[in-house]
């Protein structure tokens, strides 16, 4: 079963860059890593995906070391907006998904 | 842009009643998924389902929950007999081929409240 591990919560101002780093230290061979932003009473929304190195999008980037066991999500110039829980979801078989416990990022103004 | 569905967005049942809740997932995906979030906690996975069978479930996914594609267009998830702990949101998923690196599209959730 691949795990993962997130802090809590986190804090953070408006302009600053954030990251969040999820834990997987059980991650298989064909694991992806994928994030999903989720707003209260709304379904979680994709956000980035990658399986290993750099990955960047129009929203974020994605690091992942070499050994997997960790990545990292990093939002550059958060909003208000940004305000919600952030999920670390690692796959496991070809449609079994197990989400993280999830970080609740608070972006103050 | 495309988007899942999902009817009712709340529904308020009786412990051991039947409930149906339905999904309509983004019309060229095939695969469709079910997850619960009871309140306050993570998003749990139910269950896969590709070519009108189950792909995957998880150990929650028991013999009270069954899941359907009843016609082309809908995809079901059943609870024979509902327990006061099936209150929680119940979201649908849809992707376009498998694989755990095949992005998912989530729905608006609806809200079971057992009393």
């Known amino acids: 079963l691949a795990k993962t591990t997130q802090p809590i919560s986190m804090d953070s101002y408006e302009g600053q860059e954030v990251n969040i780093t999820c834990s997987h230290n059980n991650i298989a061979t064909n694991d992806y890593i994928t994030w999903y932003q989720q707003f209260p009473s709304q379904g979680p929304r994709f956000i980035i995906q990658?399986?290993?190195t750099k990955v960047t999008n129009e929203v974020a980037s994605l690091f992942i070391p070499a050994d997997r066991k960790s990545s990292t999500l990093s939002l550059p110039r958060v909003s208000l907006s940004d305000t919600a829980v952030y999920y670390c979801l690692v796959g496991e078989g070809a449609n079994k998904f197990y989400f993280g416990s999830g970080t609740k990022l608070n972006v103050k103004p | 842009e495309p988007e899942v569905t999902q009817t009712p967005s709340h529904q308020v049942t009786q412990m051991g009643q039947e409930v149906i809740l339905r999904c309509v997932p983004i019309s060229n995906h095939l695969y469709f998924y079910w997850y619960r979030q009871i309140l306050g906690q993570k998003v749990e996975f139910l269950v896969s389902f590709y070519n009108n069978e189950i792909s995957e479930k998880s150990e929650i996914f028991d013999d009270q929950f069954s899941v359907e594609r009843p016609d082309g267009s809908n995809f079901t998830l059943k609870i024979r007999s509902t327990k006061l702990e099936d209150s929680a949101m119940y979201f649908c998923?849809?992707?376009?081929?498998?694989?755990?690196?095949?992005?998912?599209?989530f729905g608006p959730g609806t809200r079971l409240l057992v009393l």
């Open positions: 998923a849809s992707s376009e081929t498998s694989g755990v690196q095949e992005t998912q599209y």
């Open positions: 990658g399986y290993k």
